[in-house]
């Protein structure tokens, strides 16, 4: 077994990987090149994969959390493990690897995620369960209809935007996003290289609602194949409880299987009840879980 950071030749056998342990994840073989070949700077950003006999066996990535106002906090992320190589140290080199990478930062508190059966592992570890994420499918045949938008409100494709509005209706969408920590300190370069010069962010398909030459509301899309990924739907506090996450949400799916997306996959906290019940609605079924982990870093 060797740990070694990750290649951008990597990564046809990090999303293979990846499917195969999390098959209600969507990123693809060009994004993840990408995000391994030019990580955003100011993270600390590194990937580590796992080798036995050249093939690729498990994956992590380490980062400090930019998009909290939180100090000294970090995130390890998607530590996995082939199914046929648990129980061997893997798991344990890479968790050790990342932190090793994060501790001379000054990082004093992390998160990591866990499915509920690798709970056991994460205590082990000096991780405690904090809150439950639920991931959840929908197949797209049939399509939902195209909704009408109420008076006063234009649906248009985020391609038509400036991002600049879109990111002022994400941060202030986001900010009060149930979590283990705040998402108010999402810089406009960090928010472009994570959303929209994302190579998988399908411009045409994610949807704003524009009321008054302000973005409202918006459904983010970012896609693989036939595979879509509802990245963030977000309503900006001003104009809630109008339905307009449903409405862009709706619109977005509606548009993605007509761009030939048959399956669509989404995450939500579990205290998210309003997109959760959006969800329900639009005829989700859950099909994992995973808990936050938080642990000291020592």
């Known amino acids: 077994m060797r740990i070694?950071?990750?290649?951008?030749?990597d990564a046809p056998a990090v999303v293979a990987l990846r499917a195969l342990v999390f098959?209600?994840?969507?990123?693809?073989?060009?994004?993840?090149r990408k995000m391994i070949a030019e990580p955003i700077p100011g993270r600390g950003w590194a990937a580590f994969v796992a080798e036995v006999d050249a093939q690729v066996v498990g994956w992590v990535t380490a980062q400090r959390n930019a998009s909290t106002s939180t100090a000294n906090f970090?995130?390890?992320i998607l530590l996995h493990v082939h199914p046929e190589h648990r129980r061997r140290g893997i798991g344990t080199a890479l968790l050790t690897t990342a932190t090793d990478h994060l501790a001379p930062m000054g990082i004093h508190r992390l998160r990591g995620f866990a499915q509920?059966?690798?709970?056991?592992?994460?205590?082990?570890?000096?991780?405690?369960?904090?809150?439950?994420?639920?991931?959840?499918?929908l197949d797209l045949d049939p399509a939902p209809a195209l909704p009408a938008p109420p008076p006063g409100v234009r649906l248009l494709p985020i391609a038509d935007l400036d991002p600049q509005l879109l990111y002022a209706a994400d941060v202030a969408s986001a900010a009060d996003e149930p979590g283990d920590v705040p998402v108010d300190s999402i810089s406009y370069e960090s928010w472009q290289y994570d959303v929209w010069n994302n190579l998988g962010l399908d411009k045409s398909a994610s949807i704003a609602a524009e009321v008054d030459g302000e973005v409202a509301a918006f459904s983010l899309v970012k896609r693989d194949g036939d595979r879509m990924w509802s990245d963030y739907t977000g309503?900006?506090?001003?104009?809630?409880?109008?339905?307009?996450?449903?409405?862009?949400?709706?619109?977005?799916?509606?548009?993605?299987?007509?761009?030939?997306?048959?399956?669509?996959?989404?995450?939500?906290?579990?205290a998210n009840a309003p997109m959760l019940a959006i969800n329900a609605r639009l005829g989700y079924r859950p099909v994992a879980s995973h808990w936050s982990c938080l642990a000291e870093l020592t």
Do not use: C, M, W
Not at 23 to 32: A, D, I, K, Q
Not at 244 to 255: E, F, N, P, S, V
């Open 4 to 9: 070694r950071v990750a290649q951008p030749d």
């Open 23 to 32: 098959p209600y994840l969507v990123r693809g073989v060009e994004s993840t």
């Open 74 to 76: 970090g995130d390890i």
């Open 116 to 137: 509920p059966e690798a709970l056991p592992f994460a205590r082990r570890h000096g991780y405690e369960p904090s809150r439950e994420l639920r991931f959840s499918a």
């Open 235 to 270: 309503t900006v506090p001003a104009y809630r409880g109008r339905g307009l996450a449903r409405l862009t949400k709706t619109a977005a799916l509606h548009q993605a299987a007509a761009n030939g997306v048959r399956i669509a996959y989404t995450s939500n906290d579990e």
